[in-house]
């Protein structure tokens, strides 16, 4: 039940379903990257103000995810009814914030953060469009974090592959006016994002009616009443849920620093990171896959698989970074044939990224699957403190001295993602190897 098998079937429709994921912002920059590179900037800083937002609804999800992964391991009807109406609510309360505070901040934030009047103008453009798929995501990704939860990941990715042809489609439509529609350039690619996640919602909500909401329909609540219960469950996957906050927030941070950087250096950085973020989910969704069977070993008490589990685990693990290291490489040398409007500018700043690249997921991978162990062994404050102090005492602080003071190379700023993991790879490994994470299953 619990082998590298086990694992393979949940990982790899969550492993396609993150790239898919990215794989629309991929398309997006595709799509624009002919609007040249006053677009693609804005499109950058736009990422990183929405991505913040999306990224709280993520954590919230990845908090009730392992949750009700520890449900169906006890096979608890009444926890999975419990753990998917607290995390309906909780995530619908945070799509209604996100929306309300980017409407809010819109108008106050980016002229302070835009390097040129244009990029200004075009990113206020795309995030008055953009903040309106925020509600229908958060419902989206509550029933992803259902699905996932039980082992079948298969749906959500179904959903995703309904949405990027979906998406592409839509996005080309609008930016360039086919087909007899208004030319809406970048505004464009934020539309048919959100007409695109409405309707993998439908589908997501279509399934999940058919299939599941009459099972969850069965009196009472883990906690008798609804408030009690809703409140525990917010507490529970909190801890969960800052770990996912903090990186969100740190790496947004970052990329509004970023934005200050040469326009050529951060069109490179906004290009890059999609990339990064796709090939990357190769690795964190075996991560995340192995996450979800150690939380169901400890709901159904099979504590004694976990060494043997975590050691096959790591193995594949490994394995799977030099595959994203030979996908780095093969990308260094075909981006100019993906990206052939770019300017010479640009197109050096990406060669002179490559080899820190290279060097990045040999690192990332083991951690990755480290502080998933940590957080489904019920040491999630760990890997919270682990996830802060490594962000925002070096990497934040370090980014915005290298941009804004010392104007440094932007080698030497994204050199600082790498070292970032290096710190992090340290309390992580010694962590695991002293077994504590284990113990605190048990209490």
């Known amino acids: 039940m619990f082998s590298n098998k086990a694992i393979f079937c949940i990982a790899w429709p969550l492993g396609m379903n993150a790239m898919l994921l990215q794989g629309i912002l991929i398309i997006d920059t595709l799509m624009v990257s002919p609007l040249g590179e006053q677009a693609l900037a804005a499109m ?25 992964a520890q449900a169906h391991g006890a096979q608890s009807k009444l926890a999975l009814k419990s753990g998917y109406w607290s995390g309906l609510v909780i995530n619908i309360s945070v799509g209604c914030c996100a929306l309300l505070l980017m409407q809010i901040i819109i108008p106050y934030l980016l002229p302070l953060l835009a390097a040129t009047a244009e990029i200004e103008t075009l990113a206020t453009e795309y995030l008055s469009w953009f903040s309106l798929v925020f509600i229908s995501l958060a419902i989206a990704q509550n029933f992803t974090a259902f699905y996932n939860a039980s082992g079948n990941t298969a749906i959500p990715f ?9 998406n592409a489609a839509l996005s080309y439509i609008f930016i360039y006016g086919a087909w007899g529609f208004p030319e809406m350039g970048l505004k464009g690619a934020a539309l048919g994002t959100v007409v695109a996640v409405t309707m993998r919602t439908v589908f997501l909500y279509w399934c999940f009616n058919r299939q599941l909401l ?8 883990t906690q ?27 790496l947004n941070v970052c990329l509004l620093i970023y934005a200050q950087l040469p326009v050529y250096a951060f069109a490179a950085l906004t290009l890059l990171f999609p990339w990064i973020r796709i090939s990357g989910h190769i690795v964190t969704a075996w991560a995340q896959a192995s996450g979800i069977l150690v939380g169901q070993m400890i709901g159904s008490q099979q504590l004694q698989l976990l060494d043997s589990f975590v050691s096959r685990a790591w193995r594949v693990a490994l394995y799977l970074s030099l595959l994203v290291t ?6 260094s040398t075909v981006f100019t044939y993906l990206y052939p409007d770019l300017k010479v500018e640009t197109t050096t700043v990406l060669w002179q990224l490559t080899p820190i690249l290279l060097c990045l997921p040999l690192i990332r991978s ?36 290298l941009v804004l003071y010392w104007e440094v190379s932007v080698f030497w ?4 993602i790498l070292l ?8 992580f490994h010694l962590r695991i190897h002293r077994d504590k994470w284990k113990r605190d299953l048990i209490d």
């Open 44 to 68: 950058g800083l736009s990422a990183g103000l929405a991505g913040l937002m999306i990224g709280i609804i993520f954590a919230f999800s990845n908090g009730s995810q392992m949750l009700l």
């Open 214 to 221: 009459k099972a969850l329909k069965i009196p009472y609540w």
């Open 420 to 427: 970032e993991e290096l710190i992090k790879g340290i309390p």
């Open 158 to 166: 179904y959903s995703n592959l309904l949405e990027l042809p979906l």
């Open 224 to 250: 008798q009443k609804f408030k009690a219960t809703l409140i525990n469950h917010f507490i529970k996957s909190l801890p969960i849920a800052n770990t996912f906050i903090t990186m969100t927030l740190s």
């Open 413 to 416: 700023v994204f050199g600082v």
């Open 366 to 401: 083991s951690n990755t699957l480290c502080g998933h162990m940590l957080r489904a062994g019920g040491d999630a404050s760990f890997v919270f403190k682990v996830h802060f102090f490594s962000q925002w005492l070096i990497t934040v602080p370090l980014s915005a001295l």
């Open 326 to 331: 030979l996908l780095y490489a093969c990308f």
